[in-house]
């Protein structure tokens, strides 16, 4: 049987359910046999599979050595379900060069499942065999958020070559790891590196446990790489933090790609495999064994694995506070568990949509305002009440304001995100000027209500920093409320609007700067009552600031039913 009749019949089982799978896993199946009936059915497909570099790399990995466990020393004989994403990243392949299909890779699995043999394994056989065949002296980077991490990889590869064939090939050192015939060479890169490492030009760049990375200041090394066949490679746990980029940008967008009812989102040369329990499905004692082998391919398929799984699960049902980590690293489950955070962010996405639900042109909205200290982020929060059926329901519009290109830098520098994307794609407004121009942000807020006909019902301000404004719009007549940021003032709008949420009431379209600022929002308690704790959080919380202020008073908006005043306005007795 060729590598690809395994990895067809492979597919085949995992899709009918022979080999327990998850709904993303199923895809990563079904997306590989749609691309071998693309060979046959589509003659300008401009890919082939080619069965020889499939078969490369599992002769590869049979030359390297198992490190740790029953099986250390022995040779490593990759499984079905590794050979399905290694044999695809080099058995895919251009017709016009032969080069590589996959410049990207992703994988998520739980913990023990041979990330880092995988990971290791790659980085040596493109040092060796990558670098020979196209000529060229391969840099090969593995980076963790810290130093500690980012060994981890490096010596496993020290670990994969011991004992060996392939160790005389190559020279281990304590900080590089070079091969020899080429001049190819691994280091691992510390957060400095991260920061400074423009000079870097990686053929490979493997990121460890990127769910840990609270910035994509690794992954951006990979990017505008000069080599013939780059490959950045990110194999990750899910973890516990849902506004790392790890979960808000890659895990979603890997999830469009393989998702058959996503058709518009695709990406040719971005492998994606994910083994995760089953979104939606609780844990309980009779859908543990699915949970298990559906987020771990290979330590669900010995005793010793099943054996150490089901030891930690009877520890987490008996102690809650150990089920967390088991559900993240055993099930491989992203779950929000950052102390006092205020939102759940899986709840929070759901409520995301690609269109409104209705026309909004001529309802009524609340604008909220949380006005800087004239130098830093401003933002602005509409929220439009309206009615599902008996339901009442809130569609939320987020923008912000930052004063000039030196605060941008400085927000780029400090936060380590995207405010200049942000800008270039429509969510933050540079104003140009010294400090924080308060008449540019209402000009905004006018020139948005026009565009849809908006009817302002209430302008809602923080009294700090925005009181000259306040009275300035009082006297052109809009009603303008004050919002004080207090427990006993915000205590409502805070639950309530989390309720709302929570209930799938509340409705907008993307906003990444919103959705940053929503997980990094944490709360205060205080006799009960509870607001958005400004001083705990040292990343923006600016819009959510704004939106809280708007909903306080649009949570009591009265919905004024005038059918009957127009029949009695339209009657004869009038």
């Excluded at 080429?182 to 400095?192: C, D, Q, V, Y």
């Excluded at 939102?343 to 309802?363: A, F, H, Q």
Aim: hydrophobic share 35%; charged share 30%; aromatic share 10%.
């Amino acid at each position: 049987m060729t590598i690809k009749q395994e990895l067809i019949k492979y597919a085949k089982q995992c899709i009918d359910d022979k080999i327990i799978s998850c709904t993303k896993h199923k895809w990563a199946c079904m997306r590989f046999l749609k691309d071998v009936d693309r060979l046959k059915s589509d003659k300008n497909c401009p890919y082939k599979w080619d069965e020889a570099e499939a078969k490369k790399i599992v002769d590869w990995f049979a030359l390297l050595r198992h490190s740790k466990g029953i099986l250390a020393g022995q040779p490593i004989s990759l499984t079905t379900a590794q050979k399905f994403s290694l044999c695809q990243i080099y058995g895919w392949r251009k017709k016009s060069d032969n080069l590589r299909r996959f410049n990207k890779s992703f994988k998520e699995v739980a913990r023990k499942n041979a990330k880092s043999q995988e990971e290791a394994g790659v980085i040596l056989y493109e040092m060796a065999y990558g670098s020979v065949k196209n000529s060229e002296i391969n840099e090969c980077y593995c980076a963790g958020t810290k130093r500690d991490q980012s060994k981890i990889i490096f010596n496993e590869c020290k670990n994969l070559l011991s004992g060996s064939p392939l160790s005389v090939k190559f020279k281990c050192g304590k900080q590089i790891i070079e091969h020899i015939k080429s001049g190819s060479f691994l280091k691992a890169l510390s957060k400095e590196d991260g920061q400074k490492g423009d000079g870097t030009n990686p053929a490979v760049l493997v990121l460890d446990e990127y769910h840990q990375h609270a910035t994509t200041e690794f992954y951006d090394l990979g990017i505008g790489s000069n080599t013939k066949e780059p490959l950045l490679m990110i194999i990750t746990t899910a973890g516990m933090d849902l506004n790392c980029p790890c979960y808000q940008q890659e895990y979603q967008y890997c999830s469009d790609i393989l998702d058959p009812d996503k058709p518009d989102i695709e990406n040719d040369e971005y492998f994606v495999d994910i083994f995760e329990a089953e979104p939606g499905v609780n844990l309980t004692d009779e859908t543990y064994d699915r949970l298990v082998e559906m987020s771990n391919p290979i330590r669900a398929s010995y005793p010793e694995g099943r054996k150490k799984i089901h030891d930690d699960y009877v520890i987490a049902k008996q102690v809650p506070e150990k089920l967390t980590a088991f559900l993240t690293k055993a099930l491989n489950t992203w779950v929000q568990a950052k102390q006092n955070g205020y939102m759940r962010m899986d709840k929070w996405n759901s409520c995301k949509v690609k269109e409104l639900p209705i026309d909004i042109t001529g309802y009524q909205v609340y604008v909220g305002f949380d006005m800087s200290a004239k130098i830093d982020l401003t933002s602005v929060a509409f929220v439009i009440p309206f009615k599902d059926g008996e339901t009442v329901k809130y569609i939320l519009f987020s923008h912000s304001f930052i004063p000039n290109r030196d605060k941008l830098q400085e927000r780029i520098t400090v936060d380590k995100m995207p405010y200049d994307a942000w800008e270039r794609n429509g969510w933050l407004t540079v104003t140009d000027t010294e400090i924080v121009d308060q008449n540019a942000v209402m000009r905004y807020v006018i020139e948005f209500c026009n565009k849809y006909k908006l009817k302002i019902a209430t302008l809602c301000f923080d009294p700090a920093n925005a009181s000259k404004l306040m009275l300035e719009l009082s006297d052109e007549g809009y009603d303008v409320e004050e919002v004080y940021q207090s427990h006993k003032h915000l205590n409502e709008a805070t639950a309530g609007f989390r309720e709302q949420v929570y209930c799938g009431n509340v409705i907008f379209i993307n906003n990444p700067l919103l959705n940053y600022a929503m997980g990094n929002a944490v709360i205060r308690s205080n006799n009960g009552l509870i607001k958005i704790d400004k001083d705990a959080s040292i990343r923006r919380i600016d819009p959510v600031d704004a939106t809280l202020c708007a909903f306080k008073l649009a949570m009591y908006h009265e919905f004024v039913d005038t059918t009957d005043t127009d029949e009695w306005l339209n009657s004869e007795g009038w």
